[in-house]
């Protein structure tokens, strides 16, 4: 049997460039996305073979939709050697939270706490697979990190002390640290959650499980469908700034081979890593383990979203 990879929101952009290079790879590709119909199109549309890919539905936006993807999963009998956290939604415009049917705030619920819960409960998965090199890879950004140039435009992630998630993380309260909401604050700060997870992962299990635990920045795909809720002349200027001016712009094609390689590629399984390329693509660029934020890098603070995080997705 081939390798299986679980990839989130393979329907599009990085994702649907990831599960393209992993199925050349000879990997077993299983899509984790909310629209069936639009990821078989998008899995055809990049000449992914029928018989290395399946879609198993789940939205991301509701927990409950989680525990029933373990279960459709767990039903295909397929053994799992890898995840690959992908799926995100960024909706910079918003005025008003919106939730999820736990009563969450969307963006946090989408691409964190899913995320925390999915990987939590795939693990006892992952432990049964007898394959060599078991991983799972989280999808970083540069904005997460305000020490990077391409994370200092404001407003800036803040975490606090986590006194939104210890307070329920229910209405009033849609931030992490309970101050007002802030939509493209709540989209980095998702992304430090889902380092700080990466990091935890590593911390808790990469020892008794032997699975490489990884994040990565793959460059700035300043064309994918994730600028959609952005204004149109934004969506029109950004990949041209990021292409001309930052030359931090690389092809969807290009990110999907960088989640590849670390998901499969030996010099890859460094657990606890985090990929980058750097903010300015050269030419044959190599690859580098990047420092992660403050906040990102902080022990206690990792601990502390963990436990909290645990007690909001019902794990404990
Ligand atoms: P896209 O918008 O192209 O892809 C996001 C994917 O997530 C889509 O497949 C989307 O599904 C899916 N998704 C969103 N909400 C849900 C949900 N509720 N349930 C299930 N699936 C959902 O974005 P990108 O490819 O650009 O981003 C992918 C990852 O890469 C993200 O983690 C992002 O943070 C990261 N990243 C992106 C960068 C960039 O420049 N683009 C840079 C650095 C990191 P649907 O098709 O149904 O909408």
């Given at each position: 049997?081939?390798?299986?990879?679980?990839?989130?929101?393979?329907?599009?952009?990085?994702?649907?460039?990831?599960?393209?290079?992993?199925?050349?790879?000879?990997?077993?590709?299983?899509?984790?996305?909310?629209n069936?119909?639009?990821?078989?199109?998008?899995?055809?549309?990049?000449?992914?073979?029928?018989?290395?890919?399946?879609?198993?539905?789940v939205?991301?936006?509701?927990?409950?939709?989680?525990?029933?993807?373990?279960?459709?999963?767990?039903?295909?009998?397929?053994?799992?050697?890898?995840?690959?956290?992908?799926?995100?939604?960024?909706?910079?415009?918003?005025?008003?939270?919106?939730?999820?049917?736990?009563?969450?705030?969307?963006?946090?619920?989408?691409n964190?706490?899913?995320?925390?819960?999915?990987?939590?409960?795939?693990?006892?998965?992952?432990?049964?697979s007898?394959y060599?090199?078991?991983?799972?890879?989280?999808?970083?950004?540069?904005?997460?990190?305000?020490?990077?140039?391409g994370?200092?435009?404001?407003?800036?992630?803040?975490?606090?002390?986590?006194?939104?998630?210890?307070?329920?993380?229910?209405?009033?309260?849609s931030?992490?640290?309970?101050?007002?909401?802030?939509?493209?604050?709540?989209?980095?700060?998702?992304?430090?959650?889902?380092?700080?997870?990466?990091?935890?992962?590593?911390?808790?299990?990469?020892?008794?499980?032997?699975?490489?635990?990884?994040?990565?920045?793959?460059?700035?795909?300043?064309?994918?469908?994730?600028?959609?809720?952005?204004?149109p002349?934004?969506?029109?200027?950004?990949?041209?700034?990021?292409?001309?001016?930052?030359?931090?712009?690389?092809?969807?094609?290009?990110?999907?081979?960088?989640?590849?390689?670390?998901?499969?590629?030996?010099?890859?399984?460094?657990?606890?890593?985090?990929?980058?390329?750097?903010?300015?693509?050269?030419k044959?660029?190599?690859?580098?383990?990047?420092?992660?934020?403050?906040?990102?890098?902080?022990?206690?603070r990792a601990?502390?979203?963990?436990?909290?995080?645990?007690?909001?997705?019902?794990?404990?």
């Amino acid at each position: 049997q081939l390798p299986t990879v679980i990839i989130t929101g393979a329907s599009s952009g990085v994702g649907l460039w990831s599960a393209k290079a992993l199925a050349n790879r000879g990997w077993f590709i299983v899509m984790a996305c909310r629209n069936v119909d639009k990821t078989h199109k998008a899995a055809e549309s990049v000449g992914i073979a029928k018989d290395r890919y399946e879609v198993i539905q789940v939205d991301l936006g509701s927990l409950v939709s989680v525990r029933e993807f373990v279960a459709k999963f767990r039903a295909t009998g397929r053994s799992l050697e890898a995840i690959v956290v992908n799926a995100a939604i960024y909706t910079p415009l918003l005025k008003e939270p919106q939730r999820s049917p736990e009563g969450f705030e969307l963006t946090m619920t989408t691409n964190h706490l899913s995320h925390f819960l999915l990987v939590n409960l795939l693990l006892e998965d992952m432990k049964k697979s007898t394959y060599g090199d078991r991983r799972v890879v989280i999808l970083g950004t540069v904005t997460h990190n305000p020490d990077e140039l391409g994370g200092k435009i404001p407003p800036q992630p803040d975490l606090g002390n986590l006194e939104g998630f210890e307070k329920g993380f229910k209405p009033p309260i849609s931030m992490a640290n309970g101050k007002k909401f802030e939509p493209v604050r709540a989209y980095k700060e998702s992304k430090v959650c889902n380092i700080l997870t990466m990091r935890e992962l590593h911390r808790r299990f990469h020892e008794s499980t032997g699975i490489t635990f990884t994040s990565l920045y793959p460059g700035c795909v300043a064309d994918t469908p994730l600028f959609r809720n952005h204004y149109p002349l934004f969506q029109k200027l950004f990949p041209l700034f990021q292409k001309n001016i930052t030359k931090g712009y690389v092809t969807q094609e290009l990110s999907g081979e960088r989640v590849a390689a670390v998901v499969a590629d030996p010099e890859y399984r460094q657990s606890g890593a985090y990929w980058s390329w750097g903010n300015r693509q050269k030419k044959d660029g190599k690859s580098f383990v990047q420092t992660v934020s403050p906040q990102a890098r902080d022990d206690a603070r990792a601990e502390k979203m963990w436990d909290l995080s645990a007690k909001l997705v019902r794990l404990v």
